[in-house]
Nanobody, 116 residues
Framework: QVQFVESGGGLVQPGGSLRLSCAAS????????MGWYRQAPGKQRESVAM???????NYVDSVKGRFTISRDNAKNTMYLQMNSLKPEDTAVYYC??????????WGQGTQVTVSS
């Protein structure tokens, strides 16, 4: 079963940047669309960005133009570059397979806090 380890979160001021990384185990990473998700306190987990094995991407409207998802299939690693961060981006960020039927267990996630 595929497993994920997220890293790169932290405390940043509004307008700042962070780069998240997702290390995946399992061969499915190279053939599956992958996604970044986030869960803010008291809210449901939501999809933030998705990337296909070929590099096509999709973003939730609230992060378009600020976040960039990318992947390195050779390294089984995915990234999320987050610029112009806002307080409403504060959440625990997770990565997983985009297709819910193929999805592995959720990792620990990485905390992103945007605050002055």
């Amino acid at each position: 079963q595929v497993q994920f380890v997220e890293s790169g979160g932290g405390l940043v001021q509004p307008g700042g940047s962070l780069r998240l990384s997702c290390a995946a185990s399992g061969s499915i990473f190279r053939i599956a669309a992958m996604g970044w998700y986030r869960q803010a306190p008291g809210k449901q987990r939501e999809s933030v960005a998705m990337i296909t094995p070929g590099g096509s991407t999709n973003y939730v409207d609230s992060v378009k133009g600020r976040f960039t998802i990318s992947r390195d299939n050779a390294k089984n690693t995915m990234y999320l570059q987050m610029n112009s961060l806002k307080p409403e981006d504060t959440a625990v960020y997770y990565c997983n397979v985009d297709d819910a039927l193929l999805r592995g267990s959720w990792g620990q996630g990485t905390q992103v806090t945007v605050s002055s």
